[in-house]
């Protein structure tokens, strides 16, 4: 891995055991990022977009190859170490918010800094939601906000660390066009203003636009 590199994979393979057989959905992926650098994940459904981001936050474990991610060889890592640096080290957005129902968007948002113990979580979120446009509804529960408020309060977790590094898949996909836009213009100016790295996985060819390259997936192999 290079100096500058936040992500280095090598050869990396993830398949799942099934009846007839292993069924394969990433196949000798070598991807480096670094340090700062902002990448679109595109390619058609099905093709191990969510899988490819999955391995290198260290929600599954690659069956083969080389995850290094900010230093930790993530393939044999224990899953202690992998929830540590989630925890820390990288910020993750998913498509369907994952909030926490009973809590409120400033608990949800400090969520990552109250689990790693650090005791100006609740100081912490409060500026991060006031930054992504949310400080008025900080008491609110993820019922009562809106589609788009709720992945600003997802937004407002992934960043709160302070992570290196933040995995976004479809980060806009359950919203509308309009709030999308306001959605992904928000990422993108706490990415270049943090300095973290981002992957973003995206259909949207306007927002893979925005990014610093492009890594397009097909069948689990990298197209371009």
């Known amino acids: ?15 799942y055991p099934a009846p007839d057989g292993d069924v394969s959905v ?15 994940v595109t390619g058609p459904s099905g093709s191990g977009k969510s899988s490819l981001i999955a391995v290198i936050g260290g929600l599954e474990r690659a069956t083969g190859g080389v995850v290094n991610v900010l230093g930790s060889d993530f393939v044999h890592a ?11 080290e990288i910020g993750i957005v998913f498509q369907s918010y994952h909030l926490v129902p009973a809590m409120t968007a400033l608990q949800n948002a400090a969520l990552p800094l109250m689990l790693a113990g650090n005791n100006k979580s609740t100081k912490s979120a409060q500026q991060m939601l006031e930054r992504v ?14 589609g788009g408020e709720q992945q600003r309060v997802a937004i407002a977790r992934a960043f709160v660390a302070q ?31 943090t300095g973290a790295a981002m992957l973003m996985v995206t259909h949207d060819k306007a927002m893979a636009g925005q ?7 097909n069948a689990g192999l990298i197209a371009a």
């Open 78 to 88: 224990s899953e202690a170490t992998r929830t540590a640096m989630r925890r820390r």
């Open 133 to 146: 446009g949310l400080g008025h509804r900080v008491t609110h529960r993820p019922a009562a906000l809106s």
């Open 26 to 40: 990433l196949r000798g992926i070598d991807i480096a990022v670094h340090a700062g650098e902002i990448v679109a």
């Open 211 to 217: 990014c610093d390259r492009t890594i397009a997936i």
């Open 163 to 193: 992570p290196s590094l933040i995995l976004a898949d479809e980060p806009t996909g359950n919203l509308d066009q309009e709030t999308g836009i306001d959605v992904a213009n928000t990422m993108f100016t706490l990415v270049r203003e």
């Open 1 to 15: 891995m290079s100096s500058d590199s936040i992500v280095s994979l090598q050869n990396v393979a993830l398949s």
